[in-house]
């Protein structure tokens, strides 16, 4: 069964303060990784698609890079409006569904 | 524009009575799923359809059922026999061609008293 962790479960930071949130996964075969944003009361709205070790993907302030265990979202220099829950999910090799995680929490302070 | 629709976005129904989500999409995508989200938890796969007319259990299917007549639409109902129906519940689609990326609804709050 494909397994998503994510940590921290919140991150607290200052205007400016660059930091990374982590996904842990453990998936038969992975064909993709998935992060989103999601606002309160909201649906989440996609962000990035990785599909092997090394990828990197950029938006903005947001960086998605991928390992064959992990996956990291670096929020570089962050802005009151990156607040927000960042969810990760795995696609497997045999899945048309997805795998989520919990989610990490970020707030951004001005 | 295209996207995914879902009503209502707020829903209150008493224990005991069915209650039927709405979903509606017009991105042209095959696949729609149904998730349930509850606070602290990821998101749970309910119901997915890849095709019209087909449709097979999640994760947590007990209480719920689906139907799929049309590619645009998958409503969901939630039955009396789910023991814990209030939860935010979030419909999605994707294309079966584009690496299965999901796109997710606005979202319906259920509150069951």
């Known amino acids: 069964e494909d397994q998503v962790t994510q940590s921290p479960e919140a991150l607290r930071l200052q205007e400016g303060e660059s930091s990374s949130l982590n996904c842990s996964y453990t998936?038969?075969?992975?064909?993709?990784l998935f992060w989103y944003r999601q606002d309160p009361g909201k649906g989440p709205e996609f962000l990035f698609t990785?599909?092997?070790a090394g990828e990197e993907k950029e938006k903005e302030r947001l960086k998605a890079t991928l390992t064959k265990k992990e996956s990291f979202l670096h929020i570089t220099a962050p802005k009151p409006e990156d607040s927000a829950t960042y969810l990760c999910?795995?696609?497997?090799?045999?899945?048309?569904?997805?795998?989520f995680g919990a989610g990490t929490t970020v707030t951004v302070r001005a | 524009d295209g996207g995914i629709t879902q009503s209502p976005k707020y829903l209150f129904r008493k224990e005991g009575q069915n209650v039927t989500l709405s979903c509606e999409q017009n991105?042209?995508?095959?696949?729609m799923y149904w998730y349930r989200q509850d606070p602290g938890q990821g998101l749970r796969l309910i119901y997915y359809?890849?095709?019209?007319?087909?449709?097979q259990k999640g994760d947590i299917a007990e209480g719920y059922s689906v139907s799929r007549e049309k590619k645009e639409s998958f409503p969901l109902t939630v039955t009396s026999a789910q023991k814990n129906p209030t939860a935010f519940y979030l419909c999605?689609?994707?294309?079966?061609?584009?690496?299965?990326?999901?796109?997710f609804g606005p979202g319906t709050r259920l509150t069951v008293t």
């Open positions: 359809s890849q095709i019209v007319n087909d449709f």
């Open positions: 999605a689609s994707s294309s079966r061609t584009n690496s299965y990326e999901q796109y």
């Open positions: 998936v038969s075969g992975l064909r993709g």
């Open positions: 991105l042209n995508h095959d696949a």
């Open positions: 990785l599909y092997s």
């Open positions: 999910a795995v696609r497997g090799l045999n899945d048309y569904k997805l795998s």
